[in-house]
């Protein structure tokens, strides 16, 4: 069994108990990692206490050196990464090394950059300087669905910012954490800097949550997870950062392309088998081209094909887990029992062995359905029909619990921006406009508090001091 990043040190853990990494393609164990205990968090959260001093206080630009290094690992790293995430999360070896390894090389970067250029110490406001300062000790917890790219998005603003961390990875696919932490451990963070420790939610996490030492959390999983996180926070009255569900708009206007439109939307709803809180699952067309685009979206979701993530084929890995597996086979049953029409998918295994699930489209979806309101989290895209105009897409669109992200689909640019502005959600693309890892991402409403990625998402991580003079 492996054992715990401590202190600057791999250490076994003191419950003695271990979680099995099962392989989604195979349903095989393929390693055993510790099921840290609250002890743990205590021997954890002491070192990163006592680091905090010594780390804030490091120049800034000696902060970003040492990321930079481990960026640059990571690249170097890339197959050998790319394949651990393959193996015990599912993707398919190439978004295994494009989103899931060398993005969060590039983001990792970033902050190493912004470590050296953003003004800590700049600010007049009448007679008051104004100080940018680290929060101090922050818990990490992080999902695994993108098992390295989260932990980056949290982990490298935080030591950006001079934070010290404990990160908590899921237990359900960690190994890309174990191999973060010996890359940090190889570039020479100094101990107690950064802490791993792997084990469950209600065991490690709410350990780290609660405890009086941690001065902040930042949290990306369910919104029932992220609730119970800030009620427990709460208590010890820390900053929270939540970055939780979604239930995702594309939004496709009259004038738009809608070959082009209905594709996009399709890749989006599926990329990572469908296992992004922040994809495009609900595509709203106009009625007069709903027939269409329902048989443009069953063709391409044609093309995905389900197989082995080392299969240069395949494009839809497996679900992460059995348990995964269930939870959207029982929304494709709830969807069929709404009304709803499968028109792609459905229920069955396309394979003998495997968490699989066929890519699935459904057709008669109206606002208000479980499977149009819920986040299934598995390649299931919804397809919704307006009537009208702008304003009933719109109100479509924005009337979910969630806000995370989001698509609008026009031949008119400033027309499409106009209806991204009315969305109430954080992050939109217009025309397909590509993803930015710099740009501010998080969410409105029940998905989540604060922001990742950039500048903004280094703020997140400093306190604002003023001092009168």
């Known amino acids: 069994m492996r054992h715990l990043y401590l202190n600057g040190t791999w250490q076994p853990s003191a419950s ?45 630009a000696e902060r970003g050196r040492i990321l930079a290094a481990a960026a640059d690992l990571i690249r170097d790293r890339s197959d050998q990464i790319a394949r651990i995430i393959a193996t015990d999360m599912g ?20 902050y190493a950059q912004l470590a050296e250029t953003y003004d800590f110490e700049g600010g007049r406001v009448g007679n008051s300087r104004i100080f940018r300062e680290p929060a101090g000790v922050v818990a990490a917890i992080t999902p695994w669905n993108y098992p390295l790219h989260q932990i980056v998005c949290k982990v490298g603003p935080a030591l950006a910012a001079g934070c010290t961390v404990v990160l908590k990875p899921s237990e359900v696919a960690p190994l890309a954490a174990f191999a973060l932490a010996g890359i940090f451990d190889e570039v020479g963070l100094p101990a107690g800097v950064f802490n791993m420790l792997s084990g469950h939610g209600p065991g490690v996490g709410e350990a780290l949550v609660t405890h009086p030492d941690v001065d902040m959390v930042s949290f990306t999983g369910s919104t029932r997870a992220g609730r119970r996180v800030a009620a427990l926070a709460a208590e010890t009255v820390k900053r929270v950062a939540l970055e939780l569900g979604g239930k995702s708009a594309s939004v496709v206007m009259p004038d738009a392309d809608l070959a082009v439109a209905t594709r996009a939307t399709v890749a989006n709803a599926f990329l990572n088998s469908g296992q ?10 106009h009625r007069d081209q709903y027939d269409e685009a329902v048989w443009l979206a069953v063709e391409a979701a044609g093309e995905y094909t389900v197989g082995d993530p080392f299969d240069e084929r395949t494009r839809l890995g497996p679900l992460v887990s059995a348990a995964q597996r269930d939870r959207v086979v029982r929304y494709i049953n709830r ?3 709404e009304g709803a029409r499968l028109v792609a998918g459905g229920t069955e295994n396309p394979r003998e062995r495997g968490f699989y699930v066929r890519p699935t489209v459904f057709a008669g979806v109206e606002p208000g359905m479980v499977i149009e309101q819920e986040e299934i989290f598995g390649p299931v895209l919804t397809i919704i029909p307006y009537n009208r105009g702008e304003d009933e897409a719109v109100a479509i669109a924005n009337g979910t619990p969630y806000g995370l992200a989001g698509a609008v689909w026009a031949g008119d640019e400033e027309g499409a ?42 703020e997140e991580y400093l306190e604002i001091k003023s001092v009168q003079l």
């Open 16 to 60: 003695g108990e271990g979680v099995d990494v099962v392989n989604p393609a195979t349903e095989e164990t393929i390693d055993r990692v510790p099921a840290g205990s609250p002890a743990d968090a205590e021997v954890a959260v002491a070192a990163a206490r006592a680091a905090l001093p010594s780390w804030s206080g490091t120049a800034a």
């Open 91 to 110: 993707a398919p070896y190439g978004v295994a090394t494009r989103v899931q390894t060398l993005m969060p090389a590039e983001v990792l970067a970033s």
């Open 276 to 285: 992004t809180c922040s994809a495009w699952t609900r595509m709203i067309v």
């Open 335 to 337: 969807g069929q029992e």
């Open 417 to 458: 921006l106009s209806v991204a502005r009315r969305l109430r959600t954080g992050q939109v693309a217009v025309n397909g406009g590509r993803f930015n890892p710099r740009a501010p991402f998080g969410g409105y409403k029940q998905s989540g508090v604060g922001r990742e990625l950039g500048e903004f998402g280094l």
